[in-house]
Each structure stands twice: as C-alpha cells, then as structure tokens.
C-alpha cells in the first residue's frame, strides 16, 4: 500500500518533555511537510521540506524542530519551548514541492500535554 | 498575506439537499485551489484541484468553481447523503508558495 503514515495516532506529554512524532511515506516524494490544526482554525504551516537534508521554517516554527535524513522520513519533535502544544498534527507530502503540486495527508497525531 | 474565509462555519442539511459551501481568498495571485474533506479525527482526503487557469471542475456528485478575479471559490454538492457528513476545507496555493493556506472550514451534517 503506498501512502503516507503517522504514529501514533494519540500522544500525551507531560508539561517540560520534549516528544517526537513520526511521519513516513512511501510514495517516492521529494516534498513533506507538518501542519498543525486547532479547533475554529485553519491548518498552519510549522515546516517543510523539500529535498533530504534541507528543510525551511514555515508560519509557526517556535518551539518546534525537524530532520529530514531519508527521504521516506520527516520526524517532527516537539519541544518544551512550544508554550501550547496541545493540538492535531498532520503530515503531507508532495511529488516535487512548491505551487504546481498536490499534497497528500496522513492520518494525524493528536498530541495533548497532561 | 493570504488570508482564506469559509462561511458558514457549520450548515445542516436533510438528506437530498442541493448545497453550497464558499470560500474566499483575499489574494487572487493563485495557482490553483483544491478542497478537501476531513472526517473527525482523521487526515485530508482531496476531492477537487482547480488550477487557476479554469472555471470549474467536477467529480461525481461534487462541482467546484474559481472566480479568481473576485476571490471566490464554490464547492456544490448535489444531492446529499448522510455520508458526505464531514468538515470541507479549501486550500490555495499561491505562485512561487511552498505550502498551502487553508481555510477554517465548514462542517457539513446531513440528516437522514
């Protein structure tokens, strides 16, 4: 089955704990990127990638931190420096990145801190 | 920036309702614009990509239309069933951009 995976589907963190939340694809893209969504809001671009080993901040990037080592992997890692963690993470991937393209989404992590 | 509205932010209709559901943009330098549907708790699903160049595009039951010089883009839903029951969000995609700018969206029930 090609497609993009995130795990675990719910998390919970303690206040003051760094956490990582996992996003693999296996559709050969070149572009990944994390959103974050709140109730009442749109999707929020946190980071994005487009080829391995280079990734750009997006809109809210504070307290926020990523890799991109392989392809197929964009962990995102949640610090204690995010002061409202507590949100619906989604990853996206896309063939080549930028304008021309369609991004595809995985299910989501909800992330909440305890 | 590009800001994107979504009204209304919930709408119920009965089953076999015709509907609308709207989206505007507030910079009309698109490249395309696509609407999704989000079921609670889960991912995206896309269901339409308008480029920028075109009018209108359809898939089964759903037409989606793009007046760029307005601002404004229509998602119609002929015919509802109670499975299209879900939140509809639309995304733009502006020229040299690398992510999307979303939508609040709309939650959408239909009722048997």
Known sequence: DGGITQSPKYLFRKEGQNVTLSCEQNLNHDAMYWYRQDPGQGLRLIYYSQIVNDFQKGDIAEGYSVSREKKESFPLTVTSAQKNPTAFYLCASSPRGGSTDTQYFGPGTRLTVL | ?112
Do not use: H, M
């Open chain 2, 1 to 112: 920036k590009q800001e994107v509205t979504q009204i209304p932010a919930a709408l119920s209709v009965p089953e076999g309702e015709n509907l609308v559901l709207n989206c505007s943009f507030t910079d009309s330098a698109i490249y395309n614009l696509q609407w999704f549907r989000q079921d609670p708790g889960k991912g995206l699903t896309s269901l339409l990509l308008i480029q920028s160049s075109q009018r209108e595009q359809t898939s089964g039951r759903l037409n989606a239309s793009l007046d760029k010089s307005s601002g404004r883009s229509t998602l119609y839903i002929a015919a509802s069933q109670p499975g299209d029951s879900a939140t509809y969000l639309c995304a733009v995609n502006l020229w040299g951009a690398n992510n999307l700018f979303f939508g609040t969206g709309t939650r959408l029930t239909v009722i048997p």
